[in-house]
């Protein structure tokens, strides 16, 4: 190849990269809170690019649909959350015993999740990290504990994509929003 066709080459694959560094997140890298924010963030707007009628929908008979998956989320983030020793409001405690399909209607579940999600922001600073705790049957930290929250919220947003490009809801942030 000559000298010039590979300038070229690298001159077109630096110009990629910077396009695409230009789309990353401000989030992505910076701890533990603002990878959450960025979880949360992206759910939040898939959420609300989800027409209401779409939360009812399920791949397959039998799994979680649309709707369960944000509530299942919203139930992991008040529950990881009681087990790192974070008292759980009545209203969310309320959410809690009527589990994934408590709620039904998109403006509700939507706000079930916000909540959740600032319970989370709220407690996350306040936190003794290194308080030792018991999970599941073992030994942890409170740090261990949100580690899975956030871990969690990373799985299902996953999960979430893959529905919604199924159902034929395209994800906001790859439509040239930046989440």
């Known amino acids: ?16 990269l910077l396009a695409l560094a230009q789309t990353v997140p401000v989030e992505i890298g ?18 609300d690019a989800t027409p209401a009628e779409k939360f009812s929908w399920r791949p397959a008979p039998g799994v979680r649909s649309v709707g369960e998956v944000y509530m299942h989320i919203t139930l992991g983030n008040y529950f990881l959350l ?22 039904t209607a998109k403006a509700d ?8 999600q600032s319970l989370v922001r709220e407690s996350y600073p306040k936190a ?17 504990v949100l580690l899975r929250l956030l871990v969690h919220n990373h799985e299902h947003m996953g999960q979430s994509i893959g529905y919604a490009r199924m ?6 942030w790859s439509q040239g929003t930046p989440q």
């Open 30 to 47: 910076k701890g533990w809170l603002p990878e959450f924010n960025h979880a949360s963030n992206q759910l939040n707007a898939l959420a």
């Open 82 to 103: 009681g087990q790192a020793g974070v008292k759980i409001p009545p209203a969310a405690a309320d959410v809690m015993k009527g589990g994934e399909k408590t709620l």
């Open 1 to 16: 190849m000559s000298t010039i066709g590979v300038r070229l080459i690298t001159g077109l694959s630096m110009l990629a």
């Open 109 to 116: 579940i939507i706000i079930a999740l916000k909540d959740s």
């Open 167 to 172: 159902a034929g809801v395209v994800p906001p």
């Open 128 to 144: 003794d990290r290194a308080k030792a705790v018991k999970f599941f049957g073992g030994d942890t930290t409170v740090d261990g």
